[in-house]
């Protein structure tokens, strides 16, 4: 696994997972009365945390893209 999921990235996937995970608990939307919307919004936003930890989206690769600076040789 090569890392393609450089540091603004990683911040930005972890505030906008905690939000997706948090907010059907906290927020008292009736959209997140049906059970659809709830899980879904919470595995997008583990899905976001678990990639910004580990560095890697699947996503990016098979795309071809990285967010990552390349080292100068």
């Known amino acids: 696994m090569r890392i393609n ?11 906008i997972g905690a939000v997706l995970v948090l907010l059907p608990f906290v ?16 595995i997008v936003g583990v899905v976001l ?7 890697f989206c699947p996503l990016y690769a098979i795309l071809g893209l990285s967010t990552c600076k390349v080292p100068s040789r």
């Open 5 to 15: 999921v450089g540091t603004p990235d990683r911040i930005a996937r972890i505030v």
């Open 27 to 42: 927020s008292g939307m009736a959209l997140f009365a049906n059970p659809v919307w709830l899980w879904a919004s919470v």
């Open 49 to 55: 945390i678990v990639t910004a930890l580990v560095r």
